[in-house]
């Protein structure tokens, strides 16, 4: 008997989930699986719509008089690297013309021209349909209409290119291959890794000041979580604003109070020479500056995660941490620290796939150049820039391969009972 009802149950829950499974498959799964397929082929960006023949058609003899030749040329063009395996076409025929010579292909169907292709159409080949006719007066007294008034129809059969194309290596030999890809690679792993440590600490030393109680704090918990609530598009171009080296406040200041003699290019220049206790370094300026971004933007997120769990630490902990003589930092180290260090990790994890996977903030501060390409920024590149698809998913894939070894070591190292 519970048996039984435990097996009614099971199936009552299959199919109470199931819609949920069902949307999770095609929102998520789908695609994926639609991305691998396309990073095997050799599949260009117009490759996603099935070849049509493109069909122009001119007059090569217009009569002037009853009984004179009227010559129309539909010139059939297949411009892809696809076969057409089918093609139709037809347009309507004015009245008073009677047909004098027609292709093979062609007939006269009800007023109409009906020309069809069964063979198809090899890709880059173009076929001449000539058809004659002699006007009467009927063609006339009806205006004599210009055949070219009315458009023909087009209908067409062709492989889909996603389908047909066989499986290749050749995306990932390109990609991999490529001079940029290894250098890409570490401003990738220096833009993540930075990127996601700086939101993380800005976040916790937020967190920090705003968890004990003072006037206004609660406003200025509403005003910390400004940049990442507000539209990405304009915190972007008001940071390109400010860094402009000729219009931008920074710069401005910077060269009113004498701290630089020429403006700086802060987003378009590659390295800026630094002094450091007499050796000069060379910062890549504009990856720092993106960086800093990426920071600004997103600490309010680890801001109220790591707020919450503050929140939550019990006030004896920090009592008896007094009692035995321990200071600001001591408390911190001793306490704090151990209570969110769960917390912490689970926020590197996030932060570091999702600013892995950040196309946005970049594209819209420096498009990729001066040093700051990114791996999404390339895979932007290839399936879009050079029209190139299965480039694009090549590269994408390579993107899903890092973050899974990523997620492999983290859960393989990280502190038990904190993921």
């Not at 498959?25 to 023949?53: E, M, S, T, Y």
């Not at 991999?176 to 990738?188: A, E, H, Q, S, Y």
């Not at 993380?200 to 940049?227: K, W």
């Not at 598009?233 to 701290?259: C, E, H, M, S």
Request: net charge positive; aromatic share 14%.
């Amino acid at each position: 008997m519970q048996r039984g009802l435990k097996a009614r149950e099971a199936r009552l829950a299959f199919w109470m989930l199931l819609p949920t499974f069902s949307i999770v498959i095609a929102i998520v799964i789908l695609p994926v699986i639609a991305n691998f397929w396309i990073a095997f082929k050799p599949i260009q960006l117009g490759d996603l719509r099935p070849p049509r023949p493109a069909v122009r058609e001119s007059v090569r003899s217009r009569p002037q008089a009853p009984g004179e030749a009227l010559v129309v040329r539909y010139r059939v063009q297949n411009r892809t690297d696809n076969p057409i395996t089918w093609a139709r076409i037809e347009d309507a025929l004015p009245p008073g013309l009677t047909p004098t010579e027609l292709p093979q292909a062609c007939r006269l169907q009800t007023a109409k021209i009906v020309c069809e292709l069964p063979q198809g159409l090899e890709p880059k080949q173009t076929v001449n349909l000539t058809l004659r006719f002699t006007a009467g007066p009927a063609y006339f007294a009806a205006g004599a209409p210009y055949p070219r008034d009315t458009r023909p129809v087009v209908e067409s059969k062709a492989p889909n290119p996603i389908l047909a194309r066989p499986f290749t290596l050749e995306n990932f030999r390109v990609v991999l291959t490529d001079p940029d890809f290894w250098p890409m690679l570490k401003v990738t792993l220096a833009y993540t890794i930075f990127g996601t440590l700086l939101s993380i600490l800005l976040g916790l030393f937020a967190a920090q000041l705003l968890s004990p109680p003072f006037a206004g704090r609660q406003v200025l918990r509403g005003l910390f979580l400004f940049p990442y609530v507000a539209p990405v598009i304009a915190v972007a171009f008001t940071w390109v604003f400010l860094l402009d080296p000729f219009a931008g406040t920074i710069n401005a200041l910077l060269l009113k109070y004498g701290f630089v003699h020429d403006p700086i290019p802060f987003l378009s220049q590659r390295y800026w020479p630094v002094q450091f206790f007499g050796l000069t370094v060379q910062l890549p300026l504009a990856l720092t500056m993106v960086i800093l971004f990426e920071g600004w933007r997103y600490f309010p997120f680890a801001f109220l995660f790591i707020l919450a769990r503050l929140q939550a630490i019990p006030g004896e902990l920090y009592e008896a941490a007094r009692v035995d003589g321990a200071g600001i930092w001591a408390s911190f180290r001793f306490v704090t620290l151990p209570q969110v260090v769960g917390i912490l990790a689970t926020l590197f994890l996030l932060r570091f796939i999702w600013t892995f996977n950040k196309f946005d903030d970049i594209f819209l501060l420096t498009g990729g150049a001066a040093g700051t390409e990114t791996i999404t920024i390339k895979v932007y590149d290839f399936a879009f820039a050079r029209a190139n698809l299965g480039q694009g998913a090549a590269q994408a894939v390579i993107l899903f391969a890092i973050l899974a070894l990523f997620l492999v070591v983290y859960f393989r190292y990280a502190p038990k009972g904190e993921v």
